[in-house]
């Protein structure tokens, strides 16, 4: 089925992780729309999932391990940006990764499209740890809201190349030595 996006209070929590009571689920509701509430007005709140087809409840051979994702945008500018992103992942078994990223525009000369320069994963083989891992994952990423947002300085850190500085034209180079065409 193909990913959905939708603001958190329509991820259909009791089909995505139907070991949840209701307790686990209005936690893990509440904890998507605080990252909703600290969007920027210019990022809507968008969530993607993968849920199974209720016709064929048996997995695809193929079956993308991503449940559930969202991206909070920082900064964009000029083809540059850096987000925050939090993750759910079915791993072998029962287990569940819950996965929160720094991720910046790749400048690479094979473009990769991002990088992650920062992220932290928590492991849950329950319902509960899953609800403690989303939660980790939800309050890490608001409290980095409020972080550097240069996607320049956090490529540096990372050893990753930036965007080329810009060739300034003939005007622009004489006027930075202090010579102006008259």
Do not use: K
């Not at 949840?20 to 509701?29: M, N, P, Y």
């Not at 409290?143 to 965007?163: S, V």
């Amino acid at each position: 089925m193909p990913p959905t996006e939708r603001p958190a209070s329509d991820i259909p929590f009791e089909r995505l992780f139907p070991q949840l009571d209701d307790s686990g689920r209005e936690r893990l509701i509440a904890a998507a729309r605080a990252l909703d509430l600290r969007r920027s007005l210019d990022d809507p709140a968008r969530w993607f999932w993968n849920e199974p087809d209720p016709a064929d409840p048996q997995p695809e051979p193929d079956a993308q391990p991503h449940v559930l994702g969202t991206a909070l945008l920082l900064y964009e500018s000029d083809g540059d940006w850096l987000e925050l992103g939090l993750d759910v992942w079915h791993q072998n078994g029962h287990l569940v990764s819950v996965t929160a990223t720094v991720e910046v525009a790749c400048w690479c000369e094979a473009d990769h499209n991002m990088h992650a320069v920062q992220r932290a994963e928590w492991t849950a083989d329950s319902g509960q740890a899953l609800v403690e891992a989303f939660n980790a994952a939800a309050l890490s990423v608001i409290r980095r809201i409020d972080g550097p947002r240069d996607p320049r300085d956090l490529r540096t850190r990372a050893g990753l190349p930036n965007p080329p500085e810009p060739v300034p034209d003939d005007e622009t180079a004489a006027a930075v030595d202090g010579y102006h065409p008259g």
